[in-house]
């Protein structure tokens, strides 16, 4: 089943976020235009969208997605979801050019985590039809999506996008747009504290963490999730909500600005806040 007016879906880049949006909208019947300048990166895409398939559903899956290096490839998208890294700069670019590709009945959205909407709809042509729709990581097994309705965001766009993430098997939480919106000033004032309980020697980061999973149910710790995330993509989160909303309780860390100079980024980096071997967490804190 496909949403009416909605049956081809534009993705631009195909990282973690972008491969795991594509592989949802094809295991739910969605043709999928993944777009990435980096034929490599495509490749990998969908090579790692076939490891996390079921391989009875693989075949159908595979016929569902086309792969392409231009943006064209998304010219007869009825929605085209940006999901690139988190730039204002990389994403005006994608968003001028989608504008003069795009037919005009397109739904534009970005799947950015913390960049106001109003800020990005400046660069689309009909801000009406611009939406935030921010999935979590990873996207098949997450079940929320965020929709960010922008201040010049039309009532049939967010309609339309509530009713696809339905479709897809997702809980739609509408929000207005403001800088993190719901979920990221949420989860990096927790992050924040945690990182600051652990710098006034309150509590180890395994004990801050069994807290949160053992007493509030979170599946991870806050120190686990920022590792998860990666601590430069914390760090550079929090930094934007500090500036954007004068509020020090957003101010990265000084453990998490030393963690991530030297490199430790989290799990990508096989060290942050903790050590994992193969992408396991060592139970050892580091």
């Known amino acids: 089943m496909t949403i009416r007016g909605i049956n081809k879906i534009g993705v631009i880049g195909a990282g973690t976020m972008g491969r795991g949006i594509a592989q949802v ?18 490749k990998a895409a969908v090579e790692g969208i076939r490891e996390h398939t079921d391989p009875a559903l693989w075949p159908k899956v595979a016929d569902l997605i086309e792969t392409g290096t231009r943006m064209e490839a998304a010219a007869d998208c009825d ?3 940006e999901a690139v890294y988190e730039d204002v700069t990389a994403k005006k670019g994608i968003f001028k050019a989608l ?38 990581n990873p996207p098949k097994v997450m079940k929320l999506i965020e929709i960010i309705k922008g201040s010049k965001t039309a009532g049939r766009t967010v309609r339309a996008v509530v009713d696809l993430a339905r479709d897809i098997g997702k809980e739609p939480a509408v929000v207005n747009d403001s800088p993190g919106f719901v979920s990221n000033r949420l989860l ?8 600051r309980l652990h710098e006034a020697g309150v509590a180890a980061k ?7 999973k053992y007493g509030m149910n979170h599946p991870m710790g806050p120190l686990e999730l920022a590792d998860f995330i990666g601590l430069d993509v914390c760090k550079n989160i929090m930094e934007y909500l500090h500036g954007q909303l004068d509020d020090d309780k957003y101010a ?23 050590k994992y071997d193969h992408g396991e967490r060592v139970k050892k804190a580091v």
């Open 99 to 136: 504008g003069s590709i795009c037919r005009p009945s397109a739904i534009i959205a970005s799947n950015t985590s913390s960049i106001s909407i109003g800020e990005l709809s400046a660069f689309v042509p009909d801000p009406t039809r611009f939406i935030g729709m921010h999935f979590m």
């Open 252 to 274: 990265p860390p000084p453990s998490l600005l030393s963690l991530v100079k030297a490199g430790r980024l989290g799990r990508k980096a096989g060290e942050g806040f903790y």
């Open 188 to 195: 990096f004032a927790l992050i924040g504290e945690a990182i």
């Open 206 to 212: 395994e004990d801050i963490d069994s807290v949160m």
């Open 79 to 81: 929605i085209v979801v």
């Open 25 to 42: 909208f094809a295991m739910h019947g969605y043709y999928v235009a993944l777009v990435d300048r980096d034929d490599n990166m495509l």
